[in-house]
């Protein structure tokens, strides 16, 4: 399975295929945002994490050469960090394994550039990605009451990679 990455730079390349390629998945994302994912950002967000150099979006592609689903992460590598924002897999894209290929493939790909720290917030009622995350080596730290806008509450998860 491969997996694509959109980040700044992707936006500020001399080629304008590829600009046009990275908008264009820029826009898939943001569609599936907005269709799938229970709190979706405001364009507004959208537009200031594109401006932003921490942050880079992994990706797959289905058979039709569509957005399967993505993982955006601010990355920070003074810090060696990296912060989980959002996850989304596509609903004909679901229990196939696809979300743990891109979970698992975009955190050896952060790996690679020198940060084993990861830490995420997921909601407290959404088992499926709670299991997911587990799986692949997160570990719930706290509770954090009304994290979300609707009241709900979220898991602070963790997931140390050892570096040795």
Request: charged share 20%; hydrophobic share 40%.
């Amino acid at each position: 399975m491969k997996i694509f990455t959109l980040d700044k730079a992707s936006f500020e390349s001399q080629d304008s295929l590829s600009i046009n390629n990275a908008n264009q998945r820029f826009d898939d994302i943001i569609s599936l945002d907005n269709s799938h994912f229970p709190q979706p950002w405001t364009q507004q967000q959208w537009v200031d994490l594109s401006s932003s150099d921490s942050f880079t979006i992994y990706y797959l592609l289905d058979s039709a050469d569509e957005v399967a689903g993505f993982a955006l992460f601010d990355i920070f590598q003074q810090d060696s960090r990296a912060e989980l924002h959002k996850m989304i897999i596509s609903p004909h894209n679901r229990e196939i394994g696809k979300g743990h290929d891109l979970l698992h493939g975009s955190l050896n790909c952060i790996v690679i550039r020198g940060i084993y720290n990861f830490v995420l917030e997921v909601s407290v009622l959404n088992d499926n990605a709670i299991s997911l995350y587990q799986r692949v080596g997160f570990e719930i730290i706290r509770e954090v009451k009304r994290f979300y806008s609707n009241g709900e509450s979220a898991y602070t998860m963790q997931y140390l990679v050892n570096s040795n």
